[in-house]
Nanobody, 116 residues
Framework: VQLVESGGGLVQAGGSLRLSCVVSGGTFDIYSMGWYRQAPGKQRELVATITDSGDSTKYADSLKGRFTISRNKAKNTVDLQMNSLKPEDTAVYYC??????????WGQGTQVTVSS
């Protein structure tokens, strides 16, 4: 399985970004996907997860209402819509997949920078 993120960049506070993760190879094995983020000097933290079917989602409590995760199986993507961005949302955002056989896999990350 290969995960490739895109959509990061520089945005002003209050703005929006949409991250996308394209999944290729071994997708039959996946049962859950998600987004995590890591700010400088901090541990990687959960942003949101979604089941492969897209019928169940989970969010970090602090991000509920601003971020939305979605899954498009036809396109093999998992997206993260981020609204009302704050400077503290600045981080590298990573796409993650969980598979029965392949376990947990990560993308290379995409930088999101929110200016005040």
């Amino acid at each position: 399985v290969q995960l490739v993120e895109s959509g990061g960049g520089l945005v002003q506070a209050g703005g929006s970004l949409r991250l996308s993760c394209v999944v290729s190879g071994g997708t039959f094995d996946i049962y859950s996907m998600g987004w995590y983020r890591q700010a400088p000097g901090k541990q990687r933290e959960l942003v949101a997860t979604i089941t492969d079917s897209g019928d169940s989602t989970k969010y970090a409590d602090s991000l509920k209402g601003r971020f939305t995760i979605s899954r498009n199986k036809a396109k093999n993507t998992v997206d993260l819509q981020m609204n009302s961005l704050k400077p503290e949302d600045t981080a590298v955002y990573y796409c993650m997949s969980l598979g029965l056989r392949l376990g947990q896999l990560w993308g290379q990350g995409t930088q999101v920078t929110v200016s005040s």
